[in-house]
């Protein structure tokens, strides 16, 4: 079994996300384990506050080192060789790559921020820091649970057909997915491209790999 771990204020966030679909199967035929540690458990003070205001100023406040710290190290004790991962705009963008790296792991812990973000010295004690894109979330739980869901896919024997994650955009040489048709025929005056309709299975073959190469140039041509 694959060990998560996710250190949060908002635990409840995972709820809905983790009992549909995939991730819910996964967790229920034990292929994966996902555990939420509450930081503000690790607050020592009555009101179990884990923010404060940022020395010299400036507007809200941040997620204060040493609760965060506590949890990370409460993490590290449940799973020893967990490799801690901090949700932050500043990480490195996440990609499939990651994913496929992740699994390879013992066990993941994400750690979720709230507020105007982390105390910069949190940024020792965790192994790598990760982005979702170039935006910026109001929490890190979103991110984290991007992260899992497509973790989650990608562990041995959880898809119901083992192929469908190797055929997936970025797995195969980088590439996107290949365009898609199911019933009807037409719709509305659209059509599935004659190839799919002809039974013939290398030339499918060939029209797909030429789909997804047109596909990936475009998007290449698109970002630049
Ligand atoms: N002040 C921070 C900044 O501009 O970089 C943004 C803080 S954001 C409001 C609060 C938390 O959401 C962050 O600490 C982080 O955990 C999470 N978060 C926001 N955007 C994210 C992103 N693109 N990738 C990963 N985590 C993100």
Redesign the pocket.
């Known amino acids: 079994m694959f060990h998560t771990q996710i250190l949060t204020l908002f635990p409840e966030f995972f709820t809905s996300p983790l009992q549909c679909s995939i991730p819910k199967r996964a967790i229920a035929d034990a292929k994966v384990s996902v555990d939420c540690i509450q930081i503000r458990d690790f607050a020592n003070n009555k009101h179990q506050k884990v923010d404060d205001a940022p020395y010299g100023g400036g507007p809200g406040m941040l ?1 204060q080192v040493a609760p965060v710290v506590a949890a990370i190290r409460e993490a590290r004790q449940r799973q020893p060789n967990t490799h801690v991962v901090m ?5 490195t963008l996440f990609n499939q790559q990651k994913a496929l790296e992740y699994i390879e792991k013992d066990s993941i812990t994400l750690l ?7 105390d910069e010295r949190i940024v020792d004690y965790v192994d790598e820091q ?11 739980e979103p ?1 984290a649970m991007c992260v899992l869901d497509a973790m989650i896919r990608l562990l041995p024997d959880v898809l119901g057909s083992p192929e469908s994650a190797v055929l997936d955009s970025f797995t195969e040489q980088g590439l996107l997915d290949w365009p898609h048709y199911t019933r009807p025929e037409v719709f509305e005056g659209q059509t599935v491209p004659a190839v799919l309709l002809s039974g013939n299975h290398a030339k499918i073959e060939a029209w797909r790999k030429e789909q997804a190469l047109l596909r990936s140039k475009q998007r290449k041509k698109r970002d630049l």
């Open positions: 997620m949700l932050t705009p500043s990480g979720c921020g709230r507020y105007e973000g982390f990760l982005s979702l894109g170039e935006y910026v979330l109001s929490g890190g991110a």
